[in-house]
């Protein structure tokens, strides 16, 4: 189920990955940047030049308290996730969820929400966690169009590398 709420008005700048920037009605300034990580599966994989590291990060925040909720936000990320993909059909992204302040379940279940509310079936989202020494999750997915040619193989990759992880530690 889609849900129609516009979307700000944001501004792409291409450089080796794909940065877009918007500011919202709260003086808050987002920077989404999908990162080039074709290391993240082997060299021989057919995607893996086409990974990239999803990442959505507050720049300017002058209030210095917790953004306050935004309906906008999630449209806006899902329009610009549109965007993206339009130029990179085949991508597979990968989204870590920043754990720095220890909040990286609830910075999971807000994407969770705004992926659940746009997805319009256009896109897979394979999750997953990391477990570290401390018994510490941080949480994992991967984001394929339902169109990849490629998708069974990602999503066995993906499996693979977790469990790679969890079993070197």
């Given at each position: 189920?889609?849900?129609?709420i516009?979307?700000?008005?944001?501004?792409?700048?291409?450089?080796?990955?794909?940065?877009?920037?918007?500011?919202?009605?709260?003086?808050?300034?987002?920077?989404?940047?999908?990162?080039?990580?074709?290391?993240?599966?082997?060299?021989?994989?057919?995607?893996?030049?086409d990974?990239?590291?999803?990442?959505?990060?507050v720049?300017?925040?002058?209030?210095?308290?917790?953004?306050?909720?935004?309906?906008?936000?999630?449209?806006?990320?899902?329009?610009?996730?549109?965007?993206?993909?339009?130029?990179?059909?085949?991508?597979?992204?990968?989204?870590?969820?920043?754990?720095?302040?220890?909040?990286?379940?609830?910075?999971?279940?807000?994407?969770?929400?705004?992926?659940?509310?746009?997805?319009?079936?256009?896109?897979?989202?394979?999750?997953?966690?990391?477990?570290?020494?401390?018994?510490?999750?941080?949480?994992?997915?991967?984001?394929?169009?339902?169109?990849?040619?490629?998708?069974?193989?990602?999503?066995?990759?993906?499996?693979?590398?977790?469990?790679?992880?969890?079993?070197?530690?």
């Open positions: 189920m889609e849900i129609n516009s979307p700000y008005n944001f501004e792409k700048i291409d450089s080796d990955g794909f940065v877009y920037f918007f500011d919202t009605e709260f003086e808050l300034t987002y920077e989404v940047i999908f990162k080039p990580t074709p290391y993240l599966f082997s060299s021989e994989k057919p995607y893996s030049k990974t990239y590291e999803f990442s959505i990060i720049l300017e925040n002058p209030n210095y308290s917790s953004p306050p909720f935004d309906n906008r936000i999630g449209t806006t990320i899902a329009k610009i996730f549109d965007d993206f993909y339009q130029n990179k059909g085949n991508t597979v992204s990968l989204y870590i969820c920043a754990s720095y302040d220890n909040r990286q379940l609830i910075r999971y279940r807000k994407f969770n929400s705004w992926f659940a509310s746009f997805n319009s079936s256009k896109y897979v989202k394979i999750d997953a966690s990391l477990i570290d020494l401390s018994k510490n999750t941080y949480p994992i997915s991967i984001i394929i169009s339902t169109q990849n040619p490629y998708k069974k193989l990602i999503s066995d990759d993906f499996y693979d590398m977790i469990d790679s992880f969890q079993n070197n530690k």
